[in-house]
């Protein structure tokens, strides 16, 4: 083995290892985590024990999870479902209801949010009005989200839909189609085939 293969593993080795740490530090502040779930470090963590993470689930560095709860319930508002992928520098706002089925692809610096800010008033900074919750957002089992998406509230992402990179979903995504552009719109339906 020559010493740049060397190098290669120890770096390889040594990032497992601080995910491995990262993860350890964080799962117990979840309302669960699942069985082989790993979240690499410098992810940014609002409320996780609002947040419900299942099994073989990967949240990437630089992740912001960043959970409310306008319910007053005490119950989590963000689950994420088994075998489901979060890429780098991803935010999820979830102030009431974002749900994350099975077998997810969510590529980098995607936005996904149930809430958005108010700006009813003219006479007060839009940062002083506050948020407030819109509507649920769910992305169905085994959807993909390009990278640079933007998931609005009250959306749903069908199963196995095809989110285009940079898109703006504003409203519901049917089954099996792939749509793209700003806002997102369908470009293709897929058959069983692909």
């Keep these: 083995m020559n010493l740049k293969a060397a190098q290669e593993i120890f770096w390889e080795r040594w990032a497992s290892l601080r995910h491995l740490i990262s993860t350890v530090l964080a799962s117990h502040r979840?309302?669960?985590?699942?069985?082989r779930s790993r979240i690499e470090r410098s992810s940014?963590?609002?409320?996780?024990?609002?947040?419900?993470?299942?099994?073989?689930?990967?949240?990437?560095?630089?992740?912001?999870l960043n959970a409310k709860d306008t319910r007053g319930d005490g119950q989590p508002t963000l689950?994420?479902?088994d075998r489901t992928y979060i890429g780098r520098f991803v935010q999820i706002n979830a102030w009431q209801s974002v749900t994350i089925e099975e077998d997810v692809l969510i590529s980098d610096r995607v936005?996904?949010?149930?809430?958005?800010h108010n700006f009813r008033r003219a006479d007060i900074p839009i940062g002083m009005q506050g948020d407030a919750y819109i509507g649920p957002v769910t992305l169905c089992d085994g959807c993909w989200i390009g990278i640079g998406a933007v998931i609005l509230p009250g959306v749903r992402i069908g199963r196995n839909a095809v989110v285009a990179a940079n898109a703006v979903v504003t409203r519901d995504v049917p089954d099996r189609t792939?749509?793209?552009?700003?806002p997102a719109k369908i470009i293709r339906h897929m058959d069983a085939k692909g």
Excluded: T, Y
Aim: hydrophobic share 55%.
């Design 30 to 35: 979840f309302a669960h985590w699942g069985a």
């Design 178 to 182: 792939v749509v793209g552009g700003i």
């Design 44 to 64: 940014k963590l609002m409320s996780p024990h609002l947040v419900v993470v299942g099994n073989q689930v990967h949240i990437c560095e630089q992740a912001w």
């Design 111 to 116: 936005f996904i949010s149930d809430a958005d």
């Design 79 to 81: 689950r994420i479902a």
